[in-house]
């Protein structure tokens, strides 16, 4: 499946989901642009079909969550790279071809 059509997939579940649960269809699209990946955006969409929130408050607080948790991962992944970049300049020194 290609990304676009996958990403577009999983913004549609989450928009339906969310209009399911009587919030407006904004949010939904909202949501979708702010979770980026089809894989953030189904993890949201598992979230509110077993939760069933009440109230827009929770759903924004678990949407930014699940932005925060991406964010910390791709902040300890550039972490680890920096961290190996430099472990290979201590190693093999600033001339290694």
């Known amino acids: 499946m ?25 949010l939904g699209h909202h949501m979708a642009r702010m ?30 969550a699940i932005c925060g948790e991406i964010d910390s991962w791709k902040e300890k992944k550039g972490s680890e790279d920096a961290n190996a970049a430099y472990n290979d300049v201590l190693r093999y020194g600033l001339d290694r071809e």
């Open 2 to 26: 290609s990304g676009n059509k996958e990403w577009t997939e999983a913004r549609d579940s989450l928009v339906d989901m969310v209009t399911d649960l009587g919030f407006p269809e904004e």
């Open 35 to 64: 979770l980026g990946s089809p894989k953030a955006i189904r993890r949201m969409t598992k979230y509110l079909e077993y939760e069933r929130p009440k109230d827009i408050e929770t759903v924004v607080d678990e949407m930014l």
